[in-house]
């Protein structure tokens, strides 16, 4: 509890509101970028053919990106809120939905790099079987 009455930590909270907003903002500009990808002409650069396909994949991919990023972003600037509120009016019940969110964050997060280091192994993989095919 000591930390909680350092005077020092409120002032951090609003750092953590602005990287939490600044989550949403970049969630929007990539979800954006998912919609309009075609007309910056990035699709046809990752492929030699104008396949309908690559552009959905592409546009799936990063939509899901933005989409991860947006709940990334909803949890830490909830955390913070609620902390926020806690502090002002020493509501135990605002500290705990604060913590059973930075909770949620920690364990999406873990989720996320589990899923991320999954997906390498299955990358290294699946060069590792080219390359040797290759020969």
Request: charged share 10%; with cysteine.
């Amino acid at each position: 509890m000591i930390l909680l009455h350092n005077p020092i930590f409120p002032k951090r909270l609003n750092g953590v509101i602005f990287l939490g907003i600044m989550g949403f903002v970049c969630s929007g500009i990539v979800a954006l970028m998912a919609i309009f990808a075609k007309y910056t002409n990035t699709i046809n650069s990752f492929s030699d053919t104008d396949s309908p396909a690559y552009e959905i994949i592409f546009r799936v991919t990063i939509f899901v990106v933005a989409v991860v990023n947006f709940f990334l972003a909803l949890f830490l600037y909830r955390f913070a809120q609620k902390m926020k509120i806690a502090l002002q009016t020493s509501d135990q019940l605002s500290l705990n939905e604060s913590f059973l969110n930075l909770k949620k964050l920690y364990k999406f997060a873990g989720i996320l790099t589990i899923v991320y280091l999954a997906f390498l192994v299955l990358m290294i993989i699946v060069i590792v079987v080219i390359a040797l095919s290759s020969r």
